[in-house]
């Protein structure tokens, strides 16, 4: 499968607790975005990277939230001391520049999380 | 906030073309209209595209008006897999140096009836 794949695709936490997701982007694409979905509403932007820089971050993406791309291939997706708030699907997509163009974003199937 | 108005739901018979509307009259000239659609607990997925001139691709059509203010993506041949939400987008021509983030409305939730 060479689509973006992302890890876990459930979790159920505590509040409080940290949780960790990854995203692995089809391989030669080089921008990567997270976003995240709550029920009856359509995907949030979050944050994006180019290559392993990140580039923005949305007034969304609390202190308690972190993302990196140490390498800039996957990405990780942080969230500190969970709240009930959090719980949500977070997708990341990912896509190519190149030549001055960017192809469409192709999405994963996201992570959902619930917190308890 | 999402620069396109859709209705928030369809119901289109098996078999029969799907007509799903979109307006966008603040849309600028150097912005495409997008059309992604999301299955239940899947993620979006691309559909097609356009600038100005009406698109077609294995999936869809899309017709965008002369003005450019609204327009309609058609499924030709609806199955009871097309039933999904329909996100109709404005995005702005990326050339490698904009953030170019999709902005996600709350689309049309179409259902196909067998």
């Known amino acids: 499968d060479t689509g973006v794949s992302q890890d876990p695709r459930h979790k159920i936490t505590k509040r409080g607790q940290n949780v960790t997701f990854r995203c692995d982007p089809i391989?030669?694409?080089?921008?990567l975005y997270w976003y995240r979905q709550t029920l009856g509403q359509g995907p949030e932007f979050l944050t994006y990277f180019q290559n392993e820089a990140q580039l923005e971050k949305s007034r969304l993406l609390s202190d308690r939230f972190s993302a990196e791309r140490p390498k800039g291939s996957f990405s990780t997706l942080e969230i500190q001391r969970t709240e009930q708030g959090d719980s949500a699907m977070y997708l990341c997509?990912?896509?190519?520049?190149?030549?001055?163009?960017?192809?469409?974003?192709?999405f994963g199937q996201g992570t959902r999380l619930t917190v308890v | 906030d999402a620069k396109t108005t859709q209705p928030p739901s369809m119901d289109c018979a098996e078999g029969r073309a799907a007509n799903l509307p979109c307006n966008h009259s603040t849309i600028s000239g150097n912005e495409y209209v997008y059309w992604y659609r999301q299955i239940h607990s899947q993620g979006p997925q691309y559909i097609i595209h356009g600038l100005k001139n009406n698109e077609t691709n294995e999936m869809a059509s899309l017709i965008i008006t002369e003005d450019r203010k609204s327009s309609t993506l058609i499924l030709p041949h609806a199955t009871l897999r097309d039933t999904a939400v329909y996100y109709c987008i404005v995005r702005v021509a990326d050339y490698g140096g904009a953030t170019n983030k999709l902005i996600f409305g709350t689309g049309t939730l179409l259902a196909v009836q067998p």
């Open positions: 997509a990912s896509s190519l520049v190149r030549g001055g163009s960017n192809t469409e974003a192709f």
């Open positions: 391989s030669e694409h080089n921008r």
